[in-house]
């Protein structure tokens, strides 16, 4: 079983996000990088089919060199290899990122068995790539998973629906986009993470292509105002709370 | 929702609320500062600063006295509060250099009065930490009183009792703008509104030095990245109860240390390339994605102490499912001399309480807080006073290059004399190139390249021989020549000319100059043109405050002439005194003069060549000063001597510095003359005379009378400390200055000579520590060559039964004890012990 996993590089952002000047990025001088929590979660999925069924495990990621961070980062986690498919640093559209990724999938000497992302990028939501790559590949999709389970080449997948599950059926290969909560990922461990360090990663360079859609710029949404105040402790604090209470009408003068 | 408004005027405002401003809220109050704001940028309990994020806890022995009594305070203060564990700590080594730095930490330990520190073999070690592994080490320094406290719940604590004595609080609050009038503060400006107040006290760690930029003073600290990580869960912590059950250890040798934090090891590092920001480039609150001082970790900055860590420790950090669960680039302060930024800036009421470690924070700020409040700290603060600096020492070039050098020194192997080696060569006095033309060893004090020995005196190693005293050990040998006790003997035979240009000058000058430094000197001022008077200066309650020289130029005119390394703190205190009429005014001409020392029996034969002053003893008595010429420059030589020889110093302006240098270098070429270092200024002349030195034997935390040092009788004239002093003088002492004699070197377990280098413990010959009534212990003060006394030569204060002159006592010095005797009690001289050199 050959599984593959797909991630991208985030900036780490605090409640406020601010701009660059162009409004054209996030302004990351002061930020760290990540990859979204369902992407988080993907890597881990990845990482329990295979202890569970054997083979091995691959992340791809889309991105600037510095994006082998995050590839590191789930190598540290568990996953043996890494292909890096090494932007000169704008942010590709998900029409041309699930295309470099469909055409290094390709190009692999064996194909996967499975490819897993996460249900969206954390910063621009697009919810494309996964369903692309499945339409370029040729392969059936599910997206929005939380639970996954492999039985004889077939693949049982989870949705969450309303107040029940919706459960799908499907022949692998396979492309399963997933939510967070399918699993809790564990923490990279130490070993895991001076082994990522000597793993070498495989450095592709895609070829940019056209897109019909064009980022024109980023806007940030106005500010929510939020105050916290410690009215105080124990029961002396109850006067000053019957009174916030009042003042906000949620009880009867 | 109702939001209590600021008050528009509080006696005090303090700035943040992390461990260093709610403690110095409480102890305020305590004493008395009730009307108190508090201001914090940040939520509360956790503000989100250095307080949230450090790893809390507090290992007590440092070589530095003051670092150890005030994070002993601290301790103390803690446990009173019932927010400390105490955990037992660890320093392991891995190198026989380690080894020997741990039984110098067992010393200081000794010194300090730190109780049941012991030495422990890999074996030990392992009885106490059963998860190392024994292979990597050679032993450990364990300190039973090792403790972790919870710093947030304390500063809550601290918080409330200030609030309880009328103090308000203000979270989520911003300062943006701090007023000024007459360079005193008057008003704090926030986002909410204005506070008229009489004092500020800037306690906002790493955003301090912004606060004090906002008034127009320095807090000359940088913030800096410290990395740590949490690894867990380990099945071995989750069995045990509560935060910590065993020892936190401290890999010194890879600037590690590794604790115990509930199911999880947390691993700091100060190992990896120091990484500074500047103040403005920290997050805001809202903008961080953890807290502004907890920064996106840079892993491959960590990579190193990984391996590093697995070494000691390879079975717990690999348990199955035990992963890197936290880890983080937290920010902490630097400062360009690793200690703390405490007291009055150059603005009057506003105080710099910051770069503080958890460890020491409710010490230090009882400490400040007495400073403010009664004018003196109980214990000694100069070291960590923020008026300490020279304004070159505040420029940003100087402080991160500084607290660059300093990080990786977090966990290192100090030695007593271990020199900066960034931004040197900024102070450079006249002489300079002819020093370096005679192969000079500059050390750097304040800025100042001075030499502090001359490699072409190397031929005097063999005039000498044996009585160099050379040195086997290698460190004793480090930082150090057996040609500083060379030239003091060339310049006990013959005569020496030393570089003392880092001396600080301060013209006083005005119709009540008279009047006003009688009130700042011990000694009488009131004295003929032209004498030279050496004095101490006290603070109010009689201890040290400085220790200099203060020539009477004029009816009005008097020259302050002070260590270079006290100049910015005794300024300070001479400006914070000036009449407010004007009457005085203190003129800085540090930068104006240069000074040469000439010391020597033949001296007057140099001085006698190259002028037309009549130099003869009558002619130019002891302690006076006058104009001279010497060669061609018109100098003020002033007949003192600080190393117990017949001469002078020569004081020259700036620009003549390297002609009155030839002048006298020509001059004394008959008499043997010798470039001398201050390796003999500092340490071996001025030892074996007995002279005291600020900052070693002279503190506040001593008096005049325990330091020998009182004069026949008390001036008339009112003057600071005078109520103390003469109290002082009528009660026994609780402890006098001796200077003790090695009386032998020979180390029992090497068999090698070894020489203390000075804060040892003295201890009696049963090995008992020596507490003298004020619980002070007894301590190597200075320690040093006496080449001509053929003796290695330690002072130290001793209670009164121990201070007697022939009383047998033991000196401890890394792992040995070495037996020693009282040579003097009080001041006498050990060399010359009649003045006959100096008065000749």
Redesign the interface.
């Known amino acids: 079983m050959k599984v593959g996993v797909c991630v991208k590089r985030v900036p780490e952002t605090g409640a406020r996000i601010t701009l660059t000047s162009d409004d054209q990025a996030i302004d990351t001088s002061l930020l760290g990088f990540t990859i979204s929590p369902h992407e988080e979660c993907a890597v881990e999925e990845a990482l329990r089919i295979a202890e569970r069924h054997g083979g091995s495990t691959t992340v791809l990621t889309l991105g600037p060199a510095a994006a082998s961070e995050q590839l590191k980062n789930a190598m540290a986690m568990g996953i043996a290899s890494a292909v890096l498919l090494e932007t000169d640093g704008g942010d590709w559209s998900a029409e041309a990122t699930a295309a470099a990724l469909a055409e290094a999938m390709r190009a692999q000497p064996e194909p996967f068995d499975l490819l897993l992302f996460g249900n969206e990028a954390a910063d621009s939501g697009d919810y494309q790539v996964g369903v692309r790559v499945a339409h370029t590949l040729g392969l059936p999709c599910v997206t929005g998973i939380k639970g996954i389970e492999i039985d004889d080449g077939r693949l049982t997948a989870r949705r969450e629906a309303g107040g029940g599950w919706e459960i799908f059926e499907l022949p692998l290969p396979a492309v399963v986009t997933v939510k967070e909560g399918i699993n809790l990922p564990r923490y990279a461990s130490i070993q895991g993470r001076l082994r990522a360090k000597k793993t070498p990663i495989e450095r592709i360079q895609p070829q940019p292509r056209a897109s019909a859609l064009e980022t024109i710029r980023l806007v940030v949404p106005p500010e929510h105002e939020t105050h916290v105040e410690v009215l105080g402790a124990g029961a002396d604090a109850a006067q000053r709370v019957v009174a916030v209470f009042r003042e906000l009408g949620l009880v009867g003068l | 929702?109702?939001?209590p408004s600021l008050p528009s005027a509080a006696q005090v405002v303090v700035v943040g609320a992390g461990i260093a401003g709610n403690s110095i809220a409480y102890h305020l109050s305590r004493l008395g500062w009730t009307d108190l704001v508090l201001l914090e940028q940040g939520?509360?309990?956790n503000p989100g600063g250095s307080t949230g994020h450090a790893s809390n806890f507090i290992f007590p022995v440092d070589h530095s006295k003051e670092m150890t009594t005030l994070t002993k305070d601290s301790a103390r203060q803690y446990e009173e509060l019932g927010l400390a564990t105490i955990s037992g700590g660890v320093e392991v080594a891995r190198t026989k250099e380690r080894m020997e730095e741990l039984n110098r930490r067992m010393s200081s330990a000794l010194s300090w009065g730190e109780e049941g520190c012991e030495l422990l073999t890999p074996e030990q070690v392992l009885e106490k930490v059963p998860f190392v592994d024994t292979d990597v080490i050679l032993g450990g320094f364990y300190t039973p009183g090792v403790s972790v406290v919870d710093p947030l719940r304390a500063g809550t604590l601290m918080r409330e009792y200030a609030q309880e004595r009328g103090a308000s609080v203000f979270?989520?609050t911003e300062v943006t703008g701090v007023d000024v009038e007459n360079n005193h503060v008057r008003r704090v400006h926030t986002d909410r509104g204005s506070i008229d107040a009489e004092a500020v006290f800037v306690a906002c760690g790493i955003w301090s030095p912004r606060i004090a930029r906002m008034a127009g003073a320095t807090i000359p600290l940088s913030p800096a990245v410290h990395q740590m990580i949490s690894?867990g869960p380990i099945p071995l912590f989750e069995a045990t109860p509560g935060e910590i059950s065993f020892p936190i250890v401290r890999d010194v040798d890879t600037n590690m240390y590794e604790r115990q934090n509930g199911s999880d090891m947390e691993v700091g590092s100060y190992a990896h390339r120091p990484i500074l920001l500047d103040a403005d480039?920290?997050?805001?609150?809202?903008?961080?994605?953890?807290s502004p001082t907890e920064?996106?970790?840079t892993?491959e900055d960590f990579?190193p102490q990984?391996?590093q860590?697995?070494e000691l420790f390879p079975e717990i950090?690999?348990v199955e499912?035990?992963?890197?669960?936290h880890a983080i680039n937290g920010l902490l302060s630097l400062t360009p001399d690793g200690m703390p930024l405490l007291g009055e800036t150059e603005v009057k009421g506003l105080w710099s309480v910051a770069a503080i470690w958890i460890k020491e924070a409710p010490g230090i700020a009882k400490a400040v807080a007495e400073w403010a409040i009664e004018g003196a700290p109980e214990t000694d603060l100069h070291s960590a006073d923020v008026a300490r600096f020279y304004p070159h020492q505040r420029t940003k070039r100087h402080v991160d290059a500084r607290s660059s050098e300093g990080y990786n020194r977090t966990y290192g192997i100090v030695h007593p004399m271990e020199q900066w080696l960034s931004n040197r060569e900024v102070r450079l006095s006249p002489f300079y190139a002819r020093e370096r033309e005679l192969d000079a060893v500059f050390y750097e004090t304040a800025g100042w390249e001075r030499p502090w020995w001359y490699e072409s005196n190397a031929p005097l190693l063999e005039e000498y021989g044996e009585r160099v005293m050379p040195r086997e050990a290698e460190w004793e040998s480090r930082w150090w020549s057996p040609i500083i006790n060379a030239e003091h003997l060339a310049m006990r035979d013959r005569v020496a000319m030393i570089d003392i240009s880092a001396f600080a000058v301060f013209d006083v000058v005005g119709a009540a100059a008279l009047e006003y430094l009688q009130r700042m000197a011990l000694a009488e001022m009131d004295v003929a043109l032209g004498r030279v008077v050496y004095t101490s200066i006290l603070d109010q309650n009689g201890g040290f405050k400085a220790d200099l020289t203060i020539m009477r130029l004029d009816d009005n005119v008097f020259r302050i002439v002070t260590g270079g390394l006290d100049g910015p703190r005794d300024r300070k205190w001479f400006e914070d005194h000036l009449p407010a009429d004007g009457s005085v005014a203190l003129d800085d001409v540090t930068s104006a003069w240069c000074t040469l020392g000439l010391w020597g029996p033949r001296a007057r034969d140099v001085l006698e060549s190259t002028t037309s002053a009549d130099v003869s003893h009558e002619g130019f008595p002891f302690a006076r000063c006058r104009w001279i010429d010497v060669g061609p420059v018109r100098v003020l030589a002033s007949r003192i001597s600080y190393v117990g020889e017949l001469g002078w110093e020569l004081y020259a302006p700036m620009e003549q510095g390297a002609a009155m240098w030839d002048a006298v270098w020509e001059a004394g070429q008959p008499f043997g003359i010798v470039p001398s270092g201050i390796g003999v200024y500092g340490t071996t002349g001025r030892i074996e005379k007995g002279y005291r030195l600020y900052g070693a034997e002279l503190e506040t935390e001593y008096n005049v009378v325990e330091a020998d040092m009182q004069r026949p009788k008390v001036k008339d004239a009112d003057f600071i400390g005078k109520e103390a002093h003469v109290r002082h003088r009528d009660e026994e002492p609780a402890a006098i200055l001796c200077t003790l004699t090695v009386d032998d070197n020979t180390s029992p377990s090497s068999g090698k000579k070894r020489y203390m280098l000075g804060r040892e413990p003295i201890l009696t010959p049963d090995g008992e520590r020596i507490v003298d009534r004020k619980g002070r212990s007894a301590y190597v003060t200075s320690a040093g060559s006496g080449p001509s006394v053929g003796k290695h030569i330690l002072m130290a204060y001793l209670p009164p039964a121990q201070a007697a002159e022939g009383n047998q006592l033991l000196v401890q010095y890394m792992g040995d004890r070495y037996p020693v005797t009282v040579a003097v009690k009080g001041s006498r001289s050990l060399f010359d012990p009649e003045n006959t050199r100096v008065r000749s």
């Open positions: 929702m109702s939001t939520p509360l309990p979270a989520s690894v480039d920290i997050p805001s609150s809202e903008e961080a994605a953890l920064l996106p970790f892993s990579d990984l391996e860590a697995l950090l690999t499912g035990a992963g890197i669960r």
